[in-house]
């Protein structure tokens, strides 16, 4: 077996030399866990092959797009049509409408969506929209949640309760920040004072009502309920980002688990299929502020690209086939069971949870219910972990504060075998 990391060292080199970090999104450099990042050739199914033909069982999938698993012959076909009636318009097409249809069938909290081309875009929109909408300008996030790089989205939580948001970038002036209100999550007494506080002023609430960016932390059921009363008592928007958790944790997504109906859900990763594609929606009433009805501007020039489209359909349409969920989150539960039995077996601190093919673990007693707790776990533990199972041909996030993602491609023998390589490595963790 070539040592896997010589011909990804080699483009490691490369890449360093010409794109910054040598990749293009941070997370990708393994800079939490250490070592070389793995470049993929290409990918099958529930694996990817990288540059020195390692094959490894993959458990980010894009980091959430590839819930059918790569090259689903399907998509790969509405593809290769759409392409050959060409890349991009600049101009209405009727396979927009019929994502947008498809969409509203599957989201009963929407009545209209606008597409754009990443999750960092719409939820930055939604925000736009949000302010627009109340003509208020402050914002309540929480410390864990991501919901992309736009610039009134980076920030921290302030010193105490009433100062607002601190940039957690280089190139965010404090002025951008200084509405955003970071709280903690499930923090019910910080979501009241808050609101008692500044409820008038308030756009809205964006929350991940299932924390993807914290590893795997849910919304307690009385929190997301508390935000639900109070959005609604003090004329603030309910902003659910489920870029991660939409059409991943089941067809509803977090909205339909918790059964909560937002204001505006911001989505993105599976409707695009792994094509570069997001989408905003809620109430005709709000949504018809957007230019070029109402105020409130908002604009791309891929936006609803034809080839995108096309590959975001054809995978909703696979996701909405009766059966699917079910039996996805049959086998993300079967591979969440086998690593907490193992993990047990050899006395290691280990909590687990998942929820449609959406998955979470913790090296942790407990499952955590804040970014504070999820960041005591012990970097050099999970660690060893990450690269035990990357040896073994096991690949989840290279951060112990991602998610993971199983597909529809995963089969029992590769949950088996994802088992049986961590319980190798909780034996030496045991040590
Ligand atoms: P993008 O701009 O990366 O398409 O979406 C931003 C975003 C918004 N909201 C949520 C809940 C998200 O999870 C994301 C992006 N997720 C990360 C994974 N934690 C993408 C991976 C990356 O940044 O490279």
Not at 46 to 67: K, Q
Not at 319 to 336: D, M, Q
């Amino acid at each position: 077996m070539p040592h896997a990391t010589d011909k990804n060292d080699i483009l490691f080199e490369r890449a360093r030399a010409v794109i910054p970090g040598g990749v293009n999104s941070p997370v990708r450099a393994f800079r939490a866990v250490g070592g070389t990042p793995r470049f993929v050739k290409r990918a099958q199914g529930a694996y990817f092959w990288d540059a020195a033909d390692r094959r490894y069982i993959d458990y980010i999938g894009s980091w959430g797009p590839m819930i059918l698993g790569h090259g689903h012959p399907a998509v790969v076909d509405a593809v290769q049509r759409a392409v050959a009636e060409g890349f991009s318009f600049g101009a209405p097409t009727e396979r927009e409408i019929e994502l947008a249809e498809a969409i509203l069938a599957l989201v009963p909290s929407m009545e209209m969506v606008r597409l754009v081309s990443s999750g960092t875009e719409a939820a930055m929109s939604a925000l736009r929209l949000a302010r627009g909408a109340t003509g208020r300008k402050y914002i309540i996030k929480f410390e864990g949640c991501y919901h992309g790089h736009a610039d009134a989205l980076l920030v921290k939580a302030g010193s105490g309760l009433a100062t607002f948001g601190h940039p957690t970038s280089a190139g965010v002036p404090p002025e951008v920040v200084q509405h955003t209100l970071v709280l903690e999550y499930n923090n019910l007494a910080q979501l009241e004072e808050a609101f008692t506080l500044h409820g008038h002023e308030i756009a809205c609430l964006m929350i991940e009502a299932i924390a993807g960016n914290m590893n795997f932390v849910r919304a307690s059921a009385a929190f997301a309920q508390r935000c639900r009363e109070l959005c609604t008592r003090h004329g603030a928007l309910l902003v659910f980002d489920e870029v991660m958790t939409g059409f991943r944790v089941g067809l509803q997504g977090a909205q339909g688990v918790l059964g909560i109906r937002p204001d505006l859900t911001v989505l993105g990763k599976v409707i695009g299929g792994g094509m570069p594609l997001a989408a905003f929606g809620g109430p005709r009433a709000i949504m018809e502020q957007l230019a070029p009805l109402g105020p409130v501007y908002q604009a791309g020039t891929l936006s609803g690209n034809p080839v995108a489209t096309a590959c975001g359909l054809a995978t909703l349409k696979e996701v909405a086939r009766p059966g699917f969920f079910e039996a996805l989150s049959h086998k993300t539960r079967t591979l969440v069971d086998g690593l907490k039995s193992a993990a047990a077996a050899e006395g290691i601190a280990f909590s687990a949870d998942s929820e449609g093919g959406m998955f979470g673990f913790f090296l942790l007693d407990a499952l955590p219910q804040n970014y504070s707790t999820v960041m005591t776990t012990d970097n050099a533990r999970f660690n060893t972990l990450f690269h035990g199972l990357l040896e073994r041909g096991v690949y989840i996030a290279p951060a112990l504060y991602e998610a993971g993602f199983v597909s529809a491609a995963h089969s029992d023998e590769d949950i088996a075998a994802t088992i049986d390589a961590a319980r190798q490595i909780f034996k030496t963790l045991r040590a």
